[in-house]
């Protein structure tokens, strides 16, 4: 079992920065990929970024040159951030974090909402 909190959700103006933290915990030894995925209103839920356990990244085309991934692992936790810049209103939703292990099993952190919005 993987336990996932975030933190660092708000409301922020268009044009600013927000970043989302992610501790991961329990059996992290076990995880392939980290990432972020996110969800409006009325909308499917979407992958935002992803890093894998080599360090390779991937973004969804509206995020890139705005957003980065970053994994940090410690002894007994596994961090994992998303940098947000140059926000946009459309970036509002709610966002998740997700680990996938060896098995291509999900889990799911419950969410942290982001609103962009003068």
């Known amino acids: 079992q993987v336990q996932l909190v975030e933190s660092g959700g708000g409301l922020v103006q268009p044009g600013g920065s927000l970043r989302l933290s992610c501790a991961a915990s329990?059996?992290?030894?076990?995880?392939?990929?980290m990432g972020w995925y996110r969800q409006a209103p009325g909308k499917q839920r979407e992958l935002v970024a992803r890093?894998?356990?080599?360090?390779?990244?991937?973004?969804a085309d509206s995020v890139k040159g705005r957003f980065t991934i970053s994994r940090d692992n410690a002894k007994n936790t596994v961090m994992v951030y998303l940098q947000m810049n140059s926000l946009k209103p459309e970036d509002t939703a709610v966002y998740y974090c997700?680990?996938?292990?060896?098995?291509?099993?999900?889990?799911w952190g419950q969410g942290t909402q982001v609103t962009v919005s003068s």
């Open positions: 997700n680990a996938e292990n060896y098995h291509n099993y999900n889990y």
């Open positions: 329990g059996s992290i030894f076990s995880i392939y990929a």
């Open positions: 890093i894998i356990s080599g360090g390779g990244t991937n973004y």
